[in-house]
């Protein structure tokens, strides 16, 4: 018989919100170590993430009910995009206003759980000089980081992409821990069109778990996202395939490399057909494919499926978040939008500063649509036409 001995760490420390601020000194326990050895027929090492404890707490923190994530990690150039629609020109300046309009709106963190930044953000102050990691935790609300180095060919793919970003990952990470993270953003895509083949899957799931154990590893949350496009004419059974296909992958090699599931977050796309498919699916539909998958493929023991939009509208999004939660899940399941929440805030206010209170307004009626639709709750009744515009924008990436 295998003899088995254990050591117990003491408790991971869990900080509190005077302690999320840069430059001060961060306790950490001594690594878990379980270990089967005399006599096994192989010898079987588990380490858990000395931040166990904190990484635990911090996504049941972020899946917490009638509340989600505010994507708001768009690269200076992704951002310089948005601002050019409204007439502005792409300064840091610009963006600085943007941003402290979406953290400053009243009573943001009664819906919003979560917000990713980008690194500029994570770093930066509003244009008041209070700094914008501050800001959010006042609010309740968690910062956290996108990390991934965006997307790049895939050499002997189908014309496909992968994501970069694993060189000096753990020095960053620890970086932004210190400034006040406590999760962080890989987004990695699959484009069904392009195949999509099995070498940029098992690319897109490895880099997925590697990014994930070494986020675990200093104290951040990893949200997992393989995001398949919405590109194509496939209908919705083709992407209830595919995506079967890349969340098996994901689980297979999040596992090899001995992530704590109860410390992720996912941010999957939602089944949808292409979106140059003539068949549209109701939210019913759209919400039956979707749970399916979750079901064959999710362990409970995952906390929170924050889906993304995807390109979606705002009120189609919120609909199928809605049509979702009509019965009992096993996870939290809930949202991680960016434009779904910022198209009307963004147009609303236009970069005029006598807009900020009507664009904040705007933000904080998508935030608590999809809170309502978090809870199941929503109708949506009183929605403007604006927000049931489409979107869809072929390939967008960050």
């Not at 254990?6 to 919100?17: E, Q």
């Not at 911090?58 to 948005?82: F, H, Q, W, Y």
């Not at 675990?216 to 995001?227: A, F, K, S, T, Y």
């Amino acid at each position: 018989m295998a003899s088995a001995s254990l050591f117990k760490p003491s408790p991971a420390t869990v900080l509190d919100k005077s302690n999320w601020v840069k430059g001060q000194t961060l306790r950490q326990a001594p690594v878990s170590v379980v270990r089967f050895s005399a006599g096994a027929p192989s010898t079987l090492t588990v380490r858990a993430s000395s931040y166990a404890d904190e990484l635990v707490k911090t996504a049941k923190t972020v899946a917490s009910p009638g509340r989600g994530i505010l994507a708001m990690d768009e690269s200076n150039a992704t951002c310089g995009k948005r601002l050019a629609s409204i007439g502005l020109e792409n300064t840091e300046a610009n963006r600085q206003a943007y941003r402290t309009l979406l953290v400053s709106a009243p009573g943001l963190g009664n819906y919003i759980s979560g917000a990713i930044l980008f690194e500029e953000t994570l770093y930066q102050s509003t244009v008041d000089g209070k700094k914008i990691v501050d800001l959010l935790v006042e609010q309740g609300i968690v910062p956290g980081i996108k990390v991934d180095k965006g997307l790049v060919p895939l050499a002997g793919s189908n014309d496909e992409s992968w994501c970069q970003g694993l060189d000096g990952l753990a020095s960053r990470s620890a970086a932004y821990y210190q400034q006040g993270a406590r999760f962080a953003k890989w987004r990695t895509v699959v484009s069904i069109p392009n195949g999509p083949s099995a070498l940029a899957v098992k690319e897109a799931a490895w880099g997925l778990a590697r990014y994930a154990a070494i986020s675990q590893d200093n104290g951040l949350v990893p949200i997992v996202e393989p995001e398949i496009l919405l590109d194509g004419e496939h209908g919705i059974d083709k992407t209830f395939e595919v995506a079967q296909k890349v969340w098996a992958e994901v689980f297979f090699y999040l596992a090899e490399n001995n992530v704590l599931f109860e410390g992720i977050l996912l941010k999957p796309s939602m089944v949808t057909p292409g979106a140059d498919c003539k068949e549209r699916a109701t939210p019913e539909e759209v919400a039956s494919y979707t749970l399916s998958l979750l079901q064959r493929r999710i362990p409970p023991a995952v906390p929170g499926i924050m889906f993304l939009s995807g390109g979606q509208s705002e009120v189609e999004a919120t609909l199928n978040l809605n049509a979702m939660n009509q019965s009992p899940n096993p996870w939290h399941v809930s949202f991680s939008y960016a434009r779904a929440l910022q198209n009307t805030c963004l147009k609303t206010w236009g970069g005029r500063p006598e807009n900020v209170k009507a664009a904040q307004e705007a933000l904080l009626l998508r935030a608590s649509a999809n809170s309502l639709a978090q809870l199941g709750k929503y109708t949506g009744e009183g929605e403007s036409e604006e927000a049931k515009k489409g979107m869809f924008v072929k390939g967008y990436v960050y």
